[in-house]
């Protein structure tokens, strides 16, 4: 029996029939080839790339070569360059990654997957903004993405095909035409927005604190005195540890960080606060290693395991823990990543709210990236948001306000001493007569 029309939920299934594979659609058989062969899954694909575009009408398939279905639409045109959209990225990613840091390489490579997939085997350029378009409408069926990044791994797709085209294997008119798809605005159907990153309550850090090793205590700290991003603290080597004459300063000298092209080398002062906590981690220690380092806390967490033990250690148990001291294995490396500093945080509350009597109220979940919102408001409010800009090394104020929220603390703060002007139980004035905000 005829499959129903594709309504955009569900496409039609590949079938076989006496060795020749095809798919249902409008009351149809559309056949792909030999079921079983390379040829018939790609013209199966090309022919769902073809139904998610066109879902009424979708455009006639062109079959790959050793097809045994007959190939009545046109030949390409005579410009179409030969490059193929998969060899493209492939390029693209050999010529960039040297220049892109770690997290823009794994964007793209995320953006790339989805490309590939369903136009991978075309000419870069039979590559058009509709085309784009249907790639962008299963990044938003695959609900992965948030709409601002759906955006932005549109905006690296396009790019690709720029970059492409400064090498002259993307036609011009291609990369133009490229450049004209607009965002996804706020409130497009069928994608979804993250809430506002909050800021931590001083309340909440102190509390994870209590059930934090040393190591990790110390981290929480010193991100939260400087506003640093997790990848600027996880980087922090002992050799980028300025410690001058003037005993009042320190400073942290970040070659590489996110806003590089903008403001150029960021260098931090220390002040006698962040010294103290930093001080128990430079000592002997070389200038590549890491200032704060899981295999440390991995022994900080063992000895305080250790410590309730019963029965003392073996003299064998000894000599392992000094060996693998001397030669730490692979599994845990000298330096934590964001998504390692954020598992350790997520563990102390955990032990944390395991450890709670009746009654108390549990830590709320948090990550550490929300310290640095902490920080931009708590600069903001002390010291202005000029301060809370250079310290957090934005490229603009604009930037600075969406991670603080001074502004809505002060609107809070109006909000408390606000008084009527029209009710003749309350004095006369928008705020109280001393002035205080």
Not at 35 to 54: C, M, Q, V
Not at 55 to 76: F, T
Not at 181 to 201: A, M, S
Request: glycine fraction near 6%.
């Amino acid at each position: 029996m005829p499959k129903l029309n594709y309504n955009g939920n569900r496409l039609p299934k590949m079938c076989d029939d006496r060795g020749r594979a095809f798919a249902w659609h409008n009351g149809k058989r559309h056949y792909f080839g030999v079921s079983g062969t390379p040829g018939a899954d790609e013209n199966y694909r090309r022919f769902k790339i073809a139904l998610l575009e066109n879902p009424i009408k979708p455009a006639p398939v062109r079959k790959v070569e050793g097809s045994p279905v007959p190939d009545s639409s046109p030949p390409p045109d005579a410009g179409t360059g030969d490059m193929l959209v998969a060899k493209l990225a492939v390029e693209f990613l050999k010529y960039h990654t040297p220049r892109l840091n770690k997290t823009d390489v794994q964007h793209f490579h995320t953006a790339i997957a989805f490309l590939v997939e369903m136009f991978g085997s075309l000419s870069v350029n039979e590559i058009s903004p509709k085309k784009i378009r249907t790639v962008r409408d299963q990044m938003i069926q695959s609900g992965r993405f948030c709409r601002r990044t759906i955006n932005v791994n549109v905006a690296k797709l396009v790019r690709i095909f720029v970059w492409g085209c400064e090498e002259e294997w993307v036609t011009s008119s291609v990369a133009g035409a490229l450049k004209m798809i607009k965002n996804l605005p706020q409130g497009e159907p069928d994608t979804f927005d993250h809430p506002e990153r909050e800021d931590v309550p001083d309340e909440v850090i102190r509390r994870t604190l209590a059930g934090c090793r040393p190591t990790l205590a110390a981290m929480i700290q010193v991100q939260y005195l400087l506003g640093l991003r997790p990848s600027e603290l996880c980087r922090m080597t002992v050799g980028s540890i300025k410690q001058t004459k003037d005993s009042e300063l320190w400073y942290y000298d970040l070659e590489h960080h996110k806003t590089r092209k903008y403001i150029g080398k960021k260098v931090i002062p220390l002040g006698k606060p962040v010294q103290k906590l930093l001080e128990p981690f430079l000592s002997g220690k070389v200038a590549g290693q890491a200032v704060f380092s899981p295999r440390q806390a991995i022994r900080e967490h063992n000895e305080r395991r250790r410590e309730g033990n019963q029965t003392p250690m073996t003299p064998a148990r000894e000599e392992r823990d000094r060996q693998r001291a001397e030669k730490p294995t692979d599994r845990i490396g000298e330096f934590y990543d964001r998504d390692s500093y954020r598992r350790a945080v997520e563990y102390a509350i955990k032990q944390v709210n395991k450890g709670l009597q009746r009654g108390e109220k549990p830590i709320p979940m948090w990550t550490p990236y929300r310290l640095r919102n902490s920080a931009a408001t708590t600069i903001e409010l002390n010291n202005g948001l000029d301060a809370a800009q250079a310290q957090l090394g934005h490229k603009s104020a604009d930037m600075t306000r969406r991670y603080s929220k001074a502004q809505l603390r002060k609107r809070e703060q109006l909000a408390r001493v606000q008084v009527n002007p029209f009710d003749e139980n309350e004095s006369t004035g928008l705020t109280n007569p001393k002035g205080d905000v």
